[in-house]
């Protein structure tokens, strides 16, 4: 296969995945966000890139938000907010953190391609990406012509940025004024 015939039908998978996001939960998402105290991201491998990227969007809205690993992340509290991205749900530091945030009472927020996964029954609401994974082991909805879970990455990536343009119009706020927040120490 050549590039150039490859390149549209991901765009194609992707572009099928996203129909099938709930708008009604990306929503709840928005509003959930909005109304925390305090905003603690988590993901590992590549989904935990894609969310560091959101925790910087958030960071950019002017949303007091923190990576959960890093050594500057402060204690949770109740009521804060912890965003997991999982594929399978299912990644066991994302569990046992999901389980310790519920001791808590931390609100868990979780996307994910299975919402029925350990950390899915954790969480208050799952936003489910419809792709495929290699580390699910039932019957999945699709199949992708791309390697492992990229088909959710990239989906994970553009639905996070879809989300922080929505944030930033309930917020009243746009690009320009993101920028304040931009470093300024490059």
């Known amino acids: 296969m050549k590039f150039n015939d490859y390149y549209p039908a991901v765009l194609k998978e992707i572009e099928e995945t996203l129909g099938e996001i709930d708008e009604t939960i990306i929503s709840n998402f928005a509003l959930q966000i909005l109304d925390a105290p305090r905003i603690f991201i988590a993901g590992v491998g ?8 959101f925790a910087m969007r958030l960071m950019h809205l002017g949303i007091e938000v923190q990576i959960l690993g890093d050594i500057t992340t ?3 509290s109740r009521n ?48 489910k990406i419809p792709a ?4 699910l082991t039932h019957k999945q909805e699709m199949t992708s ?8 990455e990239q ?21 320009e004024s993101l920028f304040m927040y931009h470093a300024n120490l490059e």
Do not use: W, Y
């Open 46 to 53: 590549r989904t935990g890139l894609v969310m560091r990227c």
């Open 80 to 127: 804060d907010l912890l965003l997991i991205g999982s594929g399978s749900g299912e990644t066991d530091s994302l569990l046992s953190l999901a389980k310790k945030a519920n001791n808590i009472g931390v609100h868990i927020l979780l996307v994910s391609i299975d919402p029925d996964s350990s950390i899915g029954k954790l969480a208050q609401e799952c936003l």
């Open 132 to 135: 495929p994974s290699p580390k």
């Open 155 to 175: 989906s994970l990536l553009l639905t996070l940025d879809c989300l922080a343009g929505l944030l930033m119009h309930k917020k009243g706020m746009d690009s």
């Open 145 to 152: 012509i791309q390697p492992m879970g990229s088909l959710f």
């Open 74 to 76: 402060t204690a949770v």
